[in-house]
C-alpha cells in the first residue's frame, strides 16, 4: 500500500518558468517531508525539506509548500534551469527513520 | 569525505548465483539502509540499521540478507538471485536526529 504518491511520471516545463511538482500522501501521522533530486545513474540527493508544523519552506529558487488539511505538498522550482531536468522524488517519515518514497516525477527543462 | 560509496557499480548474475553488494560510509552515522528502485515505482526499503549491531526488515526484505559490519560497513546479500531482484540498488546513512539521508551512487544488477 503505497502511502506516498506522485500522480504525475512526468513534466515538461520551459527554461525560466515555473515548475510544480505534486505529492499525496495518506498517512496523516507523518511529521517531516523531504524532496529528493536525482540524476541518471547517480544516488538521489536532498534537495529540500519541511517539518509538519510549517506550510512553506523555501530554499533559493525552490520552495515547498505542505497543506495538512489536504495531505498535499508540492515543490516549486522558479525560475527552472537546464540543470534542473532530473527526476524528483518526494518522501515522508514518522520520526527520525525510514522514508516512504514517491514513485517520481521526470522533470524536463526545455530552452 | 566519499560520503556513501558502494560496490560494484554493476553485476551481472545468472539465476540461483550469489553475491554482495557492499556499502560503506565516512559520515560516522548510526544509521545505514538499502533501497531498490524500480521503474515506476519509487524506492523501496529492503534492509535497514538503526545502530551498529542492530538490523530491521523494511518493505520488501524477501530474498535479501544483511551484515552490519561495523559503523561503517553495511553489506545487502542476495544468496540465491532470482530475475525479480534485477534493479538499481542503492545505500544511504543518516546523521543522528536527522531527517535526510545521504546516498550512495548505486549499483545497477542484472539477473538472466
Known amino acids: 500500500d503505497q502511502q506516498v504518491k506522485q500522480n504525475s511520471p512526468s513534466l515538461s516545463v520551459q527554461e525560466g518558468r515555473i515548475s510544480i511538482l505534486n505529492c499525496d500522501y495518506t498517512?496523516?501521522?507523518?511529521?517531516?517531508f523531504l524532496w529528493y533530486k536525482k540524476y541518471p545513474a547517480e544516488g538521489p540527493t536532498f534537495l529540500i525539506s519541511i517539518s509538519s508544523i510549517k506550510d512553506k519552506n523555501e530554499d533559493g529558487r525552490f520552495t515547498v509548500f505542505l497543506n495538512k488539511s489536504a495531505k498535499h505538498l508540492s515543490l516549486h522550482i522558479v525560475p527552472s534551469q537546464p540543470g534542473d531536468s532530473a527526476v524528483y522524488f518526494c518522501?515522508?517519515?514518522?520520526?527520525?527513520?525510514?522514508?516512504?518514497f514517491g514513485a517520481g516525477t521526470q522533470v524536463v527543462v526545455t530552452p | 569525505n566519499a560520503g556513501v560509496t558502494q560496490t560494484p557499480k554493476f553485476q551481472v548474475l545468472k539465476t540461483g548465483q550469489s553475491m554482495t553488494l557492499q556499502c560503506a560510509q565516512d559520515m560516522n552515522h548510526n544509521s545505514m539502509y538499502w533501497y531498490r528502485q524500480d521503474p515506476g515505482m519509487g524506492l523501496r526499503l529492503i534492509y535497514y540499521s538503526a545502530s551498529e549491531g542492530t538490523t530491521d526488515k523494511g518493505e520488501v526484505p524477501n530474498g535479501y540478507n544483511v551484515s552490519r559490519l561495523n559503523k561503517r560497513e553495511f553489506s545487502l546479500r542476495l544468496e540465491s538471485a532470482a530475475p525479480s531482484q534485477t534493479s538499481v540498488y542503492f545505500c544511504a546513512s543518516r546523521a543522528p536526529r536527522a531527517y535526510e539521508q545521504y546516498f550512495g551512487p548505486g549499483t545497477r544488477l542484472t539477473v538472466t
Open positions: 518522501a515522508a517519515t514518522l520520526g527520525w527513520g525510514k522514508l516512504q
Open positions: 498517512n496523516s501521522m507523518f511529521d517531516y
